[in-house]
């Protein structure tokens, strides 16, 4: 290479660094807050990798092993120190520059010596650009290429069978010691977790079928009953042998305690097994950013800090007790008492707010007809509520709307008008005023095919217009045929889409099809609440039902009213979700020795949760996008580190270190378990297995990790920045 080459090289290679570095200080001086935020988060992933490195290190220099190399982060290497005849030998971006461009055999950026005369050392202590890892670099160690033979006693290759296996060992070893020492600190210092209280009971759920209840404390699991919080169902669950029971005792809400056999099964929204309960919230709205408090306030009228004290007058203590209102009020909206903090005067004050409610499609999951949410066998229409045609696809379904799209545009032919929420389903397919069976089974038959959905919408001035669009059925990631709606009843206008058979014993009621109620036991009613209003009002007795179809079709029948509720299956769900804030419980150990056994037991809770969840990836139960890869680590430990206290992230990093000691242990090549498999291969065989297997076996793993590492970024950057 010519001089006046060699120079343009260096120069341009320069100002380019320049350029990086003066953008790099731009934006932590423009997000100085956001910067400290990211850097506390590389410390501690640097902390963990420290962990684990640090052992191969330690054990290999107990063993008398040369250590040419200690690394934190993966090429290229930002910085690297080594002690020197002459004192400390500071390399700053080695290999930045050909060596022939700057004199520096190294081709450093910069490379000087500090300090005073010492004795060598054999390891150079290095900081890569990449975090997510680190190496340790011995005498006669090769990863990727032919182990170059050496005579030197000190090679790892020279070491016995043992000793190697204890270094490559020390990793994992080592993470787990500091998983138990970071959970160790968390406890004694105290942490707020969700206790074992259940807030909700998913229906048809094992849970519900054992008899369990919103409210309930589980106080023992399989006889273990220590520090438990949510999490502590949700692994016994999840490591449960399959058919096997869980035995729970539990303490219900009036002290009693009573004991449980729940059998966990596998959820179609879960990639484990379950019992189907939900954590406790509280009655307190949670926090929010300024836009969606905004729009939270626009909608409900409640504020983040607002505690409900009573719903319709009636005192609540719980979310559940408040659900439970809510869930029998069959009613366009309820009316809450919030305390709420007054801004200017920081006193409390008790105000009052309305808010909206729906009539859902049935109070528990709709296995057969009888099912459905019914007035005394009357079902109303539905109502759509929510259209997201794409999100709930498999990639399957995807593929195939996103080729529906390019050949739409290709032909230049245009998709028409599509679902929206408000509108009201008339007619789906051949089925005219359809129940949500009827929808679920015309949707099946239409799978990939064009379906017609006639619907009421109102226009621009509020007026209703009849139109018909045309949506395409598509596979759902969990294999149902769904057109991405979600639904509720039109309790708006009282239009019966049909009368069924119901499971209280009441015969369909003879009303045509699409017929309005006019008017029960002599009094005018103009939506379905009326209808609800007018028969409970007229409960124990005998009225009539009027009704119309069209213009021309008028009827009456009579209805004797029970005297419970037990003819009127539905229930009502509040239009806008509040985001309430989470139950805590404050786990803090009482000592350094409860303290012990607390960070013990998590570090062993959490290896055999991630141990059972790689058997079930396997075994082909879960799939790999269930997994977070460096990219959602890193997002999910920011987020942490914004929003929540440090000792979250501390307590996050614990994880981080448990399920790290747990993959390094798959004996697969390049992780250490790999590297374990294959030496005892040579103890049993004698000799090392050979180069070429070796390589071979090396190379596969490496293509199969990183297969997976794209696979799960690329899931880690469409959860992170597009959902």
């Known amino acids: 290479m010519s001089k006046s080459k060699s120079l343009l090289n260096k120069y341009s290679r320069v100002f380019f660094l320049a350029v990086a570095v003066a953008a790099v200080v731009y934006l932590v001086a423009r997000n100085i807050s956001s910067a400290g935020n990211i850097l506390i988060v590389i410390i501690g992933f640097g902390a963990v990798v420290l962990a684990h490195e640090f052992g191969h290190f ?9 250590v040419e190399v200690f690394s934190i982060g993966f090429p290229p290497t930002l910085a690297g120190i080594q002690r020197t005849g002459n004192g400390y030998r500071i390399r700053i971006l080695p290999g930045f520059f050909p060596a022939e461009d700057n004199g520096d055999s190294d081709g450093c950026l910069f490379a000087f010596t500090i300090g005073k005369s010492a004795k060598p050392g054999e390891t150079e202590y290095r900081i890569g650009l990449i975090p997510f890892g680190g190496f340790v670099k011995m005498l006669g160690q ?53 206790p074992p209280i259940i807030g909700g009971v998913i229906p048809n759920s094992p849970a519900a079928m ?3 209840k919103a409210g309930d404390e589980v106080i023992e699991i399989d006889g273990e009953s220590d520090s438990l919080d949510f999490s502590s169902i949700g692994v016994a669950a999840a490591l449960s042998p399959k058919g096997e029971k869980i035995k729970l005792k539990v303490k219900h809400e009036n002290n009693s305690t009573e004991e449980f ?6 959820s179609q929204s879960a990639p484990l097994r379950v019992i189907g309960v939900l954590p406790a919230d509280t009655l307190t709205v949670h926090k929010l950013s300024a836009d969606d408090a905004g729009r939270l306030f626009a909608k409900t009228a409640l504020c983040p800090g607002d505690r409900i004290k009573a719903v319709n007058g009636q005192d609540v203590q719980t979310l559940w007790q408040f659900e439970q209102i809510v869930r029998d009020v069959l009613a366009p909206t309820v009316t809450v008492a919030v305390e709420r903090v007054n801004q200017t005067s920081k006193k409390t004050e008790l105000v009052e707010s309305k808010l909206s409610l729906d009539l859902t499609v049935a109070g528990k999951d709709v296995n057969s007809e009888s099912d459905l949410t019914n007035i005394y066998s009357m079902v109303p229409r539905m109502r759509i509520v929510a259209f997201a045609p794409d999100e709930t696809l498999s990639i399957k379904g995807k593929l195939s709307s996103l080729l529906d799209k390019i050949s739409r545009r290709k032909n230049k032919t245009d998709a028409g008008p599509s679902l929206q929420a408000g509108d009201i389903v008339l007619a789906i397919g051949d089925v005219e005023n359809p129940t949500y069976t009827d929808m679920r089974s015309t949707v099946e038959e239409y799978e990939n095919k064009e379906l017609p959905v006639r619907v009421l919408r109102p226009d621009v001035n509020g007026t209703d217009k009849i139109l018909t669009v045309t949506t395409v059925p598509k596979c759902s990631a969990d294999g149902r045929v769904l057109i991405g709606i979600a639904i509720t009843l039109d309790a708006e206008h009282p239009v019966v889409a049909k009368t069924i058979d119901t499971k209280s014993g009441q015969t369909p009621l003879l009303i045509p099809r699409g017929a309005a109620i006019t008017a029960v036991g002599g009094v005018k ?43 009127i299956a539905g229930r009502s769900l509040l239009s806008e979700a509040i985001p309430f804030k989470p139950l805590e419980r404050l786990y803090r150990a009482a000592g350094p020795a409860q303290a012990v056994k607390m960070g013990y037991n998590r570090t062993i809770m959490f290896i055999a949760q991630s141990l059972v969840t790689l058997q079930r990836l396997f075994g082909g139960h879960i799939s790999a996008k269930n997994f977070m890869g460096p990219v959602g680590i890193f997002t999910f430990g920011y987020r942490i ?10 307590y996050f990093l614990g994880l981080i270190s448990a399920c790290i000691a747990v993959f390094n242990s798959l004996p697969l090549l390049p992780f250490d378990g790999g590297h374990i498999v294959f030496l005892l291969a040579e103890k049993i065989k004698g000799s090392p297995v050979n180069e070429r297997v070796q390589t071979i076996a090396i190379y596969t793993g490496m293509v199969l990790v990183g297969t997976l590492f794209l696979y799960v970024t690329f899931n880690d950057v469409v959860r992170s920045f597009f959902q």
């Open 58 to 66: 330690i054990v290999a220099k107990l063993s008398d092993i040369k």
């Open 142 to 194: 090769e990863d990727t290429k032919d182990v170059q033979q050496t005579d030197d006693p000190r090679s790892y290759t020279n070491k016995p069978v043992s000793t190697r296996m204890a270094v490559i060992a020390a990793g994992v070893i080592f993470n787990a010691i500091s998983a138990v020492i970071i959970f160790i600190t968390v406890f004694l210092v105290g942490i707020n977790l969700a």
């Open 210 to 212: 054992a008899g369990l």
């Open 261 to 266: 056999a729940v059998i966990a099964s596998q």
């Open 525 to 567: 009613v103009s939506s379905f609440y009326d209808v609800i209003s007018e028969i409970r009002r007229n409960a124990g007795k005998k009225i009539t039902i009027d009704w119309q179809l069209g213009d021309k079709e008028k009827g009456t029948i009579d209805l004797n009213v029970d005297s419970g509720k037990n003819s």
């Open 641 to 650: 580190v914004a929003d929540k206290p440090i000792i979250y992230y501390v």
